[in-house]
DNA sequence: CTTAGGG
DNA sequence: CCCTAAG
């Protein structure tokens, strides 16, 4: 059984670390006496520190318990009755140091009975919680928490960050940064609330109670509680936001969130109904908040198409994708500004790298770096990793093998040697025709070659004992002397990793052959029987170049198969009668080419084929 | 781990 | 060739 209920805590401690932090920041805060904390009661009796959410959740509550008295004047849509409210929502949440002012409190039960029953929704689970507003400090907070156990002492999982500490048990400090933004605010009249507030969500408000637009208005442009390093006045009509760089801790916790932030110094000269679609922009692209929003919308096309985006499904970023951002994110120093193809509307111009990473705790205690993504349109949180290599080091341990020839190198050799002798007959027969340049790092190496000049110079002199295998045209590339990781320079400037084998014709027959026995999808059989000499030529090695010599085969088609195979464009020419037998066996499989002349070659070229496929069909 | 596809 | 998503 657990209840929410309200906790005077301590200001002392409040004020401590108000000090703390910068002063100067929250000057109110630090007058103001008497601070409230919303707690929950644990089963076992002790207290737990709502929720952000929670206390979102409480405010709303407030609001509906006016509202739900005020329904019928106000006609407005209430979902839910305080009552379920507080049993649903209280139950799913975890627990998650917050603070609510006193004064908020007062504010929420001024409050009209408009209500933005979004909050509410996207409350109603903890784990949608975390789906929905992922990188939310709370998510942090909760983690100290649960390793602690409690939070009755706050000091206890304060050995993290500062920031950590005074968001983490806001025993310390407010993390509900309104106090900020109402400094900022502040010098507003309600008036001019009124039009913000408008702007932002589309609708009018009647409620006059500044400290409740302020708090909305924060909140709606940050999409976060965090207000504390932004100002926002109107001008001319014009929304505009003043910022400032902050390196308080709060804003290290908090600023991950807020989309807008970056923008500081972006002055939005455009109307404010642009101004608007704007921020709806920042509200969708955030999550799913704005599906069950009671905002009031302009129902044109800007929106419906912006509310189709959003509606997107959301794919998780593949590993790929997390590195590359996570590697461009370092390099990235003067950001873009506002740009609403961006849909998710990073517009940062602030020095930090366009996704702050921010600290979570694990529940074993270590941190670990997550940043905030709109990925999708909707606020997910991606870990934040460097580019390296997985799995295995590939060819690379080919070179250390290399080196240590007396224990595992020579023993493989010897076995792949013979593997490779064992099929002499494709190996010499093309062996002889194409330009031998032994080297072939993985087949000889050498205790500890010297220099690759003279390594490759070696293996050569091995290379003529033995044979006649798979030849590489390399030998006039010096690069490719040694390993698989050399690099050769592209056309168009860049390196490109060299670890490319080019097929030989003999590959290239095994291969073929494979496919004749085996049938198309088979790699990894025909790898090990045909392959089994070259531990490079993966199996998806060999799909890939079969599936290029398909193409080659079919794209050749049309023109003459007659014709000798030496073209003089290939860069590497297959005989003819390869792809001819390349074609025959992909037929046989029911194979066409990918895109390309899928009509001609039914057309005339394979009349026989055609009946040969039906009578497989 | 293997296969199928996209990049 | 690289990387992934599915079996």
Request: include cysteine; glycine fraction near 6%; charge should be positive.
């Amino acid at each position: 059984m657990e209840t929410v209920v309200e906790v005077e805590v301590n200001a002392e401690s409040e004020s401590e670390v108000s000090k703390t932090n910068s002063a100067e920041k929250s000057p109110k805060l630090i007058a103001d006496p008497v601070v409230y904390q919303l707690v929950r009661v644990e089963g076992d009796g002790r207290l737990v520190p709502a929720t952000d959410e929670e206390v979102y959740e409480v405010e709303d509550l407030l609001d509906v318990g006016k509202s739900t008295r005020n329904l019928a004047d106000t006609g407005k849509d209430v979902e839910c009755t305080p009552n379920n409210k507080c049993s649903s929502g209280t139950a799913h949440l975890k627990g998650i140091c917050s603070k609510l002012q006193s004064e908020n409190l007062e504010t929420c039960s001024n409050k009209s009975g408009e209500v933005l029953d979004l909050e509410i929704h996207s409350m109603k689970s903890n784990t949608q919680i975390q789906e929905v507003v992922p990188s939310l400090a709370p998510s942090s907070i909760e983690s100290i928490l649960s390793e602690s156990g409690e939070c009755s002492n706050p000091r206890v999982g304060v050995t993290r960050s500062e920031s950590l500490s005074s968001s983490a048990c806001n025993i310390s400090k407010p993390d509900f940064s309104m106090v900020k933004g109402e400094i900022c605010l502040n010098n507003l009249s309600v008036r001019e609330l009124h039009e913000i507030f408008r702007a932002l969500f589309g609708r009018v408000t009647t409620n006059k109670d500044k400290q409740w637009l302020k708090r909305r208005i924060s909140m709606g442009l940050t999409n976060s509680c965090d207000v504390s390093s932004t100002t926002f006045v109107i001008e001319n009509n014009k929304v505009v936001k003043k910022g400032k760089e902050e390196n308080s801790n709060i804003d290290d916790v908090n600023n991950t969130k807020d989309p807008i932030k970056g923008a500081s110094d972006k002055i939005w000269k455009r109307s404010s109904y642009v101004a608007k679609k704007e921020v709806e922009s920042h509200l969708n692209g955030s999550g799913k908040r704005m599906r069950n929003a009671n905002v009031v919308y302009d129902h044109d096309k800007e929106d419906v198409l912006t509310e189709s985006r959003a509606d997107k499904r959301v794919r998780k970023p593949t590993k790929r994708y997390i590195e590359e951002v996570s590697e461009g994110e370092t390099r990235e120093t003067s950001g873009k500004v506002t740009s609403k193809v961006k849909g998710s509307g990073h517009c940062q111009s602030s020095p930090r790298p366009i996704v702050n990473p921010i600290e979570n705790i694990r529940s074993d205690g270590k941190p670990y770096v997550m940043r905030q993504d709109s990925l999708g349109g909707s606020g997910i949180q991606i870990p934040y990793v460097s580019r390296v290599r997985r799995g295995r080091p590939r060819e690379n341990y080919m070179t250390l093998m290399k080196l240590q020839p007396s224990e595992l190198g020579m023993p493989s050799r010897a076995v792949k040697k013979a593997f490779e002798i064992c099929d002499p007959r494709l190996d010499s027969e093309e062996g002889n025709k194409i330009t031998k340049a032994g080297s072939s790092p993985e087949r000889f190496q050498q205790p500890l070659a010297s220099k690759p000049e003279k390594a490759e110079e070696n293996s050569e002199r091995i290379t003529a004992d033995f044979v006649k295998d798979d030849l590489q045209l390399q030998h006039t590339d010096p690069s490719s002397s040694d390993d698989g990781i050399a690099t050769v320079p592209t056309a168009n400037g860049g390196m490109r990793r060299k670890h490319h084998r080019i097929w030989t014709l003999n590959e290239v027959v095994k291969l073929v052959e494979g496919v004749a026995r085996y049938g198309v999808g088979r790699w990894s059989e025909i790898k090990r029987v045909f392959f089994a000499s070259h531990s490079h030529r993966t199996s998806v090695d060999l799909k890939d170049k079969w599936r290029n010599l398909l193409r080659a085969s079919f794209a050749q088609m049309p023109l003459d198969k007659g014709v000798d195979s030496s073209r003089k464009n290939a860069s590497i020419p297959i005989p003819a009668p390869i792809l001819a037998r390349v074609r025959a066996l992909a037929e046989m499989e029911g194979q066409f080419p990918p895109n390309l002349s899928g009509v001609k070659i039914v057309g005339h070229s394979s009349r026989d084929v055609l009946e040969r496929r039906s009578g497989y069909l």
